[in-house]
Nanobody, 125 residues
Framework: QVQLVESGGGLVQAGGSLRLSCAASGPTFSTYAMGWFRQAPGKEREFVATITRSGANTASADSVKGRFTISRDNAKNTVYLQMNSLKPEDTAVYYC??????????????????WGQGTHVTVSL
């Protein structure tokens, strides 16, 4: 079983940057594809970005392309989401997920086996 703990959220002005981290427990982190999703108030959880277990392949939602970058450090059991040029519409709770058999990218919520508790990101004008 994998336990995931997100950190790095907070309040930032529009145009600013944040880096989210998701630390995973257990020795098998490098076998999982990882992803970031977000849920804004009153809305459903939506895909943000995903990365394969080796880190060789990534994908991101159109709404964040060119602004957000997902990466991972398997030696540290951590996946990151670098968020630049933040907009008020990026305000949400951000969740990281882990998907077993992580050779492929995973853009759908149901593909993930484990989730963290989330970290809040608020972008003000």
């Amino acid at each position: 079983q994998v336990q995931l703990v997100e950190s790095g959220g907070g309040l930032v002005q529009a145009g600013g940057s944040l880096r989210l981290s998701c630390a995973a427990s257990g020795p098998t982190f490098s076998t999982y594809a990882m992803g970031w999703f977000r849920q804004a108030p009153g809305k459903e959880r939506e895909f943000v970005a995903t990365i394969t277990r080796s880190g060789a392949n990534t994908a991101s939602a159109d709404s964040v392309k060119g602004r957000f970058t997902i990466s991972r450090d398997n030696a540290k059991n951590t996946v990151y989401l670098q968020m630049n040029s933040l907009k008020p519409e990026d305000t949400a709770v951000y969740y990281c997920g882990a998907k077993s058999q992580g050779l492929r990218l995973a853009v759908r919520e149901y593909e993930y086996d484990y989730w963290g508790q989330g970290t809040h990101v608020t972008v003000s004008l």
